[in-house]
């Protein structure tokens, strides 16, 4: 090849070399282009959830009533930047539970009678939760999320079916108490407040369009309404797990 000839190419070469002042990021940094460039779009799809919810009502001085039942309704997640988003929506809560509340004898002639009120709780409430998203890509379709934020639970019927096996001398004490020992709602009836703030924690993992999930919920208000023993309080806490889909 000619001097002439090796010149043509070497001037070929320089002028295809971008002006250093001019020429983009991915000229001093090659991996760059391999980089792909995700553009964020704003979307709101609607999902159907159903599953299983335990709830426990707690206080101070007496064990709490667990409630088992079901979950069920639709809710909303609107997409935001950074892989985060926030759901809210309405799902209802269906449960039941048991207790047996031990009375002391109102006298000696009833010593050895089993004083107990057998309390069968049938709950229903609307939930609307607020909560905060954040999803990892695991592989391909497959991804990790975790979530945090309140829900507001609002009691529809806490019906309390009561069966009283008592002595006579203690069930009339009850009634002189004031303490209910006949079937009754606990909202109409005043015992209890109708709202609840929960504050939740929870997670789980996402394929294509299904969602499996579980988390915790705190109940930080008080729902003794009208106490019984001195300045009572209950509280509800809960834990679920759900499986949704997206529409």
Request: charged fraction near 15%; aromatic fraction near 12%; hydrophobic fraction near 40%.
């Amino acid at each position: 090849m000619s001097w002439i000839g090796i010149n043509a190419i070497a001037q070929e070469q320089k002028n295809n070399m971008p002006d250093l002042y001019t020429a983009e990021q991915s000229f001093f940094d090659p991996t760059l282009k391999t980089k792909e460039k995700v553009e964020y779009k704003f979307s709101a799809p609607w999902r159907i959830e159903a599953g299983y919810a335990q709830l426990s009502h707690r206080t101070l001085d007496t064990t709490a009533v667990y409630l088992h039942g079901l979950r069920l309704g639709a809710t909303v997640d609107m997409q935001l930047p950074y892989n985060f988003s926030i759901q809210t929506g309405a799902l209802l809560t269906l449960a039941y539970g048991r207790k047996n509340q031990h009375w002391g004898p109102a006298n000696l002639e009833d010593a050895q009678a089993i004083n107990i009120l057998q309390h069968n709780i049938v709950q229903l409430q609307l939930n609307i939760p607020v909560r905060a998203y954040y999803t990892i890509k695991v592989w391909k379709k497959m991804n990790l999320f975790f979530y945090a934020g309140p829900q507001l639970n609002f009691g529809l019927t806490n019906y309390d079916i009561l069966n009283a096996q008592v002595a006579p001398s203690t069930l009339q004490w009850l009634e002189q108490e004031g303490i209910s020992t006949h079937p009754h709602d606990r909202y109409t009836s005043k015992e209890l407040y109708r709202t609840n703030i929960q504050m939740g924690l929870g997670g789980g993992l996402e394929w294509d369009r299904w969602r499996v999930q579980a988390g915790y919920d705190f109940g930080l208000n008080n729902l003794q309404r009208t106490s019984i023993v001195g300045k009572q309080k209950l509280h509800e806490w809960g834990w679920m797990v759900t499986c949704s889909y997206k529409l």
